[in-house]
């Protein structure tokens, strides 16, 4: 096995910190290899409350350089918009004690590039769904150079204090005092190189181009709605409402010794579609929050759900920046006042894996003709292969007059998406 490709396996280790997807620019293989985490919105700590306060959060999360300096104006990379994630790995760290074992399982990792420690040191680690990622922490550079060369990238020279090395018109890699920057465009299909998208980022970081935040009102306004946090994601429209009202959505974790103060921000396309209600019922039901009843408010057009939760039961973390693919399905629920069930059938589009569908929400019952009476997976019928749900197939879940149901889908990199939701008549 050569060098860069091992470098490509060992980056895989960043997914531990919480389900970072990546891949490094160093490998020459076209077949591109996407490492994810465990990254969850359905899964969480069991404790807590749904205050948000953050007292206990660590001061070092905040005083760090703002969350979109690295981000540029998606036109860089020719998209409308793009996710993102921020993680303060040594701040992180900080709280390594506290913090459940399967979230900091990695800090001592190496990240796949050399020059670098492990990922514990970095400071942040940036990453974008237009291919970019940056790693923000002490590194020495010439055994950096040395892979990088070794590699086949070429010198192109400084542009903004950032050494410029590139592979081909898909891979460039900025070497900068600090940080370091890389651009795969490879899984993208975009006709920019990736010289151009690395120079957008680095004038956005330095200033003097402009910010995603800076052109998209909806990044800035979810950003300013979150705040600070040890891990910080966005990205648009909504993987929790099914309206083309919701925008944007982003995500918070900012972690202390005893509480992490877990926050979810909604931007609606205007403060008059704003519904507070189903964010809270999603939250409730299926958000990040575990068993601990988030508390909801709305400012504007962001509805935000916030709770403390306690930090050594921390669920992980919802990062995942990769364009999953999700299935096209409708759904019907058939509610039955006598029996006390829904039936949620399979009406036509894309077959999905059981395993891969949770029913999730509250106002469920016990009743002898039901499938299942809880939040769990997909319970009912699969006939097609490998347990897969197909058109036709259903699942009757047991429910008081007072339910509401969530159908989810949990893709390979772990995000969870709403297909269907349903309510009874006295919810």
Do not use: K
Not at 152 to 157: A, L, Q, R
Not at 196 to 202: C, E, M, P, T, Y
Not at 355 to 365: P, Y
């Amino acid at each position: 096995m050569d060098q860069t490709r091992r470098a490509l396996l060992r980056t895989a280790a960043l997914a531990g910190v919480g389900g970072l997807a990546g891949c490094s620019a160093l490998s020459g293989d076209d077949t591109n290899e996407t490492t994810t985490g465990t990254a969850s919105n359905g899964s969480g700590p069991a404790n807590g409350t749904g205050s948000d306060t953050g007292t206990d959060a660590s001061t070092s999360a905040s005083g760090v350089r703002s969350t979109g300096q690295w981000f540029p104006a998606p036109s860089v990379a020719e998209r409308d918009g793009y996710a993102f994630v921020t993680l303060r790995p040594a701040a992180m760290a900080e709280f390594g004690d506290a913090l459940p074992d399967a979230r900091t399982a990695n800090f001592e990792t190496e990240i796949g590039l050399d020059g670098f420690e492990t990922v514990g040191t970095l400071r942040s680690i940036h990453q974008t769904g237009i291919g970019l990622t940056v790693f923000d922490g002490p590194f020495d550079r010439s055994p950096l150079v040395e892979q990088l060369t070794g590699a086949n990238f070429s010198d192109d020279g400084r542009y903004q204090g950032f050494q410029v090395y590139t592979a081909d018109a898909q891979r460039a890699v900025g070497v900068g005092d600090e940080q370091v920057a890389q651009v795969d465009l490879r899984p993208l299909q975009v006709s920019v190189d990736s010289g151009s998208v690395l120079q957008g980022a680095i004038d956005a970081y330095t200033g003097d181009g402009d910010r995603y935040e800076a052109v998209d009102g909806d990044v800035s306004t979810v950003l300013s709605t979150l705040e600070g946090g040890h891990v910080i994601n966005y990205q648009p429209g909504s993987t929790a409402l099914q309206t083309d009202d919701a925008v944007a959505q982003g995500g918070r974790w900012r972690i202390g010794s005893d509480t992490t103060a877990i926050a979810t921000a909604i931007a609606f396309e205007s403060e008059g579609a704003t519904d507070a209600a189903t964010v809270e019922s999603w939250a409730t039901a299926a958000g990040p929050f575990g068993e601990v009843a988030p508390s909801v408010s709305t400012d504007g057009r962001v509805v935000t759900a916030r709770a403390d939760v306690s930090t050594g039961d921390l669920g992980p973390f919802a990062i995942s920046t990769t364009d999953d693919s999700q299935p096209e399905i409708a759904l019907d629920f058939e509610y039955d006042s006598d029996a006390g069930t829904v039936t949620i059938t399979h009406q036509g589009g894309d077959s999905v894996p059981a395993d891969r569908i949770e029913i999730r929400g509250n106002g469920f019952a016990e009743r002898t003709s039901a499938d299942q009476s809880g939040n769990g997976q997909w319970a009912g019928e699969t006939s097609g292969g490998d347990s897969t749900v197909v058109a036709g197939d259903s699942v009757v879940v047991g429910v008081t007059p007072s339910y509401q149901l969530f159908v989810l889908y949990s893709s390979g990199s772990g995000n969870s998406v709403t297909l269907g939701t349903d309510s009874g008549p006295d919810a």
